[in-house]
Nanobody, 126 residues
Framework: QVQLVESGGGLVQAGGSLRLSCAAS????????MGWFRQAPGKERQFVAA????????YYSDSVKGRFTISRDNAKNTVYLQMNSLKPEDTAVYYC???????????????????WGQGTQVTVSS
């Protein structure tokens, strides 16, 4: 059973930064792409960013491109999301998830992920 545990959320003012972490259990972390999604109250879960097994080929939604950076450390079984220039509309619960597929077309779809973390709240005040 794979466990994904997010951390690093919190309350920040607009323009500020946060770094989310997602620690994964198991020995196969390096063989899976990883992604971040977010869900605001009353809205559908939204793709944020994803990264390939090796850490190359980061992929971002248009709404965060240029502000957020996804990275991973396979030695630590951890994926990160550095969030800069935060805006109130970034307020949401952020989830990390594991994707067994190797191409970006599959990374933007929540149904293509097989394990999810419990989420961490990010609140950006104006």
């Amino acid at each position: 059973q794979v466990q994904l545990v997010e951390s690093g959320g919190g309350l920040v003012q607009a323009g500020g930064s946060l770094r989310l972490s997602c620690a994964a259990s198991g020995r196969t972390f390096r063989t899976y792409a990883m992604g971040w999604f977010r869900q605001a109250p009353g809205k559908e879960r939204q793709f944020v960013a994803a990264i390939s097994q090796s850490g190359g080929s980061p992929y971002y939604s248009d709404s965060v491109k240029g502000r957020f950076t996804i990275s991973r450390d396979n030695a630590k079984n951890t994926v990160y999301l550095q969030m800069n220039s935060l805006k109130p509309e970034d307020t949401a619960v952020y989830y990390c998830a594991r994707n067994p597929e190797a191409y970006p077309g599959a990374w933007v779809m929540a149904e293509r992920y097989d394990y999810w973390g419990q989420g961490t709240q990010v609140t950006v005040s104006s």
